[in-house]
């Protein structure tokens, strides 16, 4: 029974994950690789927390987000900025279309304290 409810849990995660992936780019931010950023944020990770509890950005402003794992493995997804950094890829241009509080949180599962590492990036 406990084999099925995580094989049933998994399957719905992958689910989400991949729908959270496609479709087309009108949210609150637009990738631009090909934009020169004006601004750049370094977000660090070790075991169970972020270095800044908050980040803030300029709405409209270029900004290179760059992700660095500093104890562990870990990973970011802003789903709100449409931001996912990891090991694989540590760095995005984005512009920040929309003024609000967007949730950062861990992408990787990392041990006993993965739920509880939450931040958020403020975009003024």
């Given amino acids: 029974m406990k084999k099925t409810v995580a094989v049933l849990i998994s399957s719905v995660l992958i689910l989400l994950l991949a729908a959270c992936g496609g479709g087309t780019d009108s949210g609150n931010s637009s990738a631009a690789s090909d934009v020169k950023p004006e601004a750049e944020l370094v977000i660090e990770a070790s075991n169970y927390k ?59 599962m990392c041990g006993s304290g993965h739920g509880s590492m939450i931040s958020k990036i403020i975009v003024e």
């Fill in 50 to 108: 972020f270095d800044q509890a908050e980040y803030r950005l300029k709405k409209d402003v270029p900004v290179k987000i760059t992700f660095k794992n500093v104890e562990g493995n870990h990973g970011i997804l802003v789903p709100g900025l449409k931001l996912h950094l990891d090991g694989k890829k540590d760095s995005a241009v984005i512009i920040p279309k929309e003024t609000g509080e967007f949730e950062v949180a861990c992408s990787i």
